[in-house]
């Protein structure tokens, strides 16, 4: 009967062990840091609003509404290049992030076609959100990008903070 007993302590009690170790591992779990999680959504198949979601959400992003932004130029500059201009910032987690850049990415036929951070001030932008200077710092964006005449675009900006959001959906030029 004591040994029975004994036993039965022993195993409870390395069940309590695995458990508690379990458990320890479950809690430490590293964070997937802002930067993979952006390269993770950039490298997805992206090709509508939906597989945007899907594919933010399996790289840890978070959907925020407070992810803004706009397309100011989107011209044809060659017959296989356009020109894409504008700003994205995040409203009120731009007071936490400190100015940080935000990736600005356009997705056409189910993969990324373009990515530039915000580099750049925008009075009139950051005048108008009423944003602390500190986030005034990285709110334009430009550069090139391939596509054909009437492909749609979804472009989207992804934050260091999280989060990411739809900026706009274009057809090219």
Sequence with gaps: MLKSLTLK????GALVLILSFTITLWLTKPE??????????????????????????????????????NIEELSRAQANQVSIAGWAVETPAAITARGAPITVM????????FSVQTKGERQDVTSALNLPE????NVAFAGRLECSPGEKLLIVGATLSGT??????????
Excluded: H
């Design 9 to 12: 302590y022993w195993v409870v």
């Design 32 to 69: 997937v840091p802002p930067e993979d999680m952006i390269k993770s959504l950039a490298a997805a198949a992206v090709s509508d609003e939906a597989s945007l979601n899907a594919a933010a959400q399996a790289a840890g992003l978070q959907y925020s509404s407070y992810v803004n932004g």
């Design 106 to 113: 356009a997705f056409s036929g189910g993969r990324r076609i």
């Design 134 to 137: 500190e986030a005034a710092k």
């Design 164 to 173: 990411y959001g739809l900026v706009s959906t274009k057809s090219c030029p």
